[in-house]
């Protein structure tokens, strides 16, 4: 291990839910992932130890670990409007450098650590720069979602397309994520929420989360952007896809209004995606961002979620659609490959 042990925190996941991207990594579609490989990323727990420097966190301590880090001096953590941080673990370069770099062994073969969070284990050990101390009194099998899945979408509306009072929104795939962009819209006062997924059953979760209407593609034969602008008289002010699938993203751009719309991607597309559209759609007025870890940065903001979920800002719980013990994994993801969970918490 290249890091110095000085700067670590070890410390126990006692809980730790499913997100997409976990299964992205296990069907294959993120190539640039290094097997075998201890997944997730979603998880909270509590410190056993911590290196000589680290000054933050200490034993007993409830942490959630963070996969976007945030070490505080780089360009980006320096610079206000960005949450990525040059120690990220996203972009090529530092990919290869971290490639060698593995903390876990077994049987004398390397281990990755996906997102240098891997929290699909007992135990872990990431830099003090990967981990946020929360609140003691926070419930670990709850706030485990402020981890990616809810502070992802949640702030995807709230920092990313800074969704305002009365405007119109579309958020394309109802999953955990796309869930809690529901709820970001509806915290910063969108008065029109539509929800857009192929799966019914998802529905009346995302009412209940804050969409005023959800329409379903299969139930129209003209293209789904057509269906938004007649709906909207011309296109949604803020259109979010969170799919990971490009020719939605399109779908979504061209059903954001000319002129000042805006779309964030959201979703995670396979590595050998490419998007195209016309450039036009752009030329008009439009704008589209992308969104990691929904625009917070890490460290300074995952506490205050986590008081903010407490002092009830927001509600995450109706996310969570099952529980199960952690050797119950495989169950939990056929739950999210058939459409039936929204989030499964996984618990020691
Ligand atoms: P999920 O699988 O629970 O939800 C996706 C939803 O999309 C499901 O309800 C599907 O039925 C629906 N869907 C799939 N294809 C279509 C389609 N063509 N048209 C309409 N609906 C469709 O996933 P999730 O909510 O856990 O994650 C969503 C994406 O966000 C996924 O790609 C994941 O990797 C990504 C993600 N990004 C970040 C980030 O920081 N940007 C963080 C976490 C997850
Ligand atoms: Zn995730
Ligand atoms: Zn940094």
């Given amino acids: ?4 042990l000085f700067f670590v925190c070890f410390f126990q996941i006692l809980a730790t839910a499913i997100c997409r991207s976990d299964e992205h990594v296990l069907r294959g ?4 992932v290094k097997y075998p490989i201890i997944l997730g990323h979603e998880g909270a727990g509590i410190v056993e130890s911590v290196g000589s420097s680290v000054t933050d966190i200490k034993p007993g301590d409830k942490v959630i670990p963070l996969f976007v880090p945030q070490c505080g001096t780089c360009r980006c953590c320096l610079n206000p409007e960005s949450n990525f941080c040059y120690k990220n673990v996203f972009s090529y370069s530092n990919r290869s450098s971290k490639s060698d770099d593995t903390i876990f062994t077994c049987n004398g073969t390397s281990v990755s650590n996906f997102l240098d969070t891997g929290t699909f284990t007992e135990y872990t050990v990431v830099e003090d720069i990967s981990v ?3 609140h003691k009194d926070a419930p670990l099998d709850k706030v485990c979602l402020i981890g990616c899945g809810f502070s992802t979408g949640y702030g995807s509306a709230m920092n990313t397309a800074k969704v305002k009072p009365g405007s119109t929104c579309a958020v394309f795939g109802l999953g955990g994520v796309g869930l809690s962009v529901i709820i970001g819209c509806k915290v910063a006062g969108a008065s029109r929420i539509i929800g857009i997924d192929f799966n019914t ?4 979760k995302a009412k209940e989360c804050g969409a005023t209407e959800c329409i379903n593609p299969k139930d129209y034969d003209r293209p789904i952007h057509e269906v938004l602008a007649e709906m909207t008289e011309g296109g949604v002010d803020y259109s979010f896809e969170v799919i990971g699938n490009t020719e939605v993203m399109e779908s979504a751009l061209t059903s954001s209004h000319f002129g000042y719309g805006t779309t964030i991607i959201v ?7 490419k998007m195209s559209f016309d450039p036009s759609l752009l030329l008009t007025g439009r704008t589209m961002k992308g969104s990691i870890f929904g625009g ?3 460290k300074d903001h995952v506490p205050k979620l986590v008081c903010d979920y407490m002092n009830k800002k927001f509600n995450l719980d109706m996310l969570i659609t099952h529980k199960l013990p952690f050797e119950k994994i495989n169950e939990g993801f056929k739950l999210l490959c058939n459409g039936e969970s929204i989030r499964t918490v996984l618990t020691l």
Avoid: E, R
């Avoid at 291990?1 to 110095?4: G, I, P, Q």
């Avoid at 059953?201 to 009346?204: E, I, T």
């Avoid at 979703?267 to 995606?273: D, E, I, L, N, Q």
């Fill in 267 to 273: 979703g995670v597309a396979p590595s050998s995606a």
């Fill in 296 to 298: 917070w940065k890490s």
């Fill in 132 to 134: 946020a101390k929360i």
């Fill in 1 to 4: 291990m290249k890091t110095s």
């Fill in 29 to 32: 579609s993120l190539s640039d």
């Fill in 201 to 204: 059953n998802k529905f009346a």
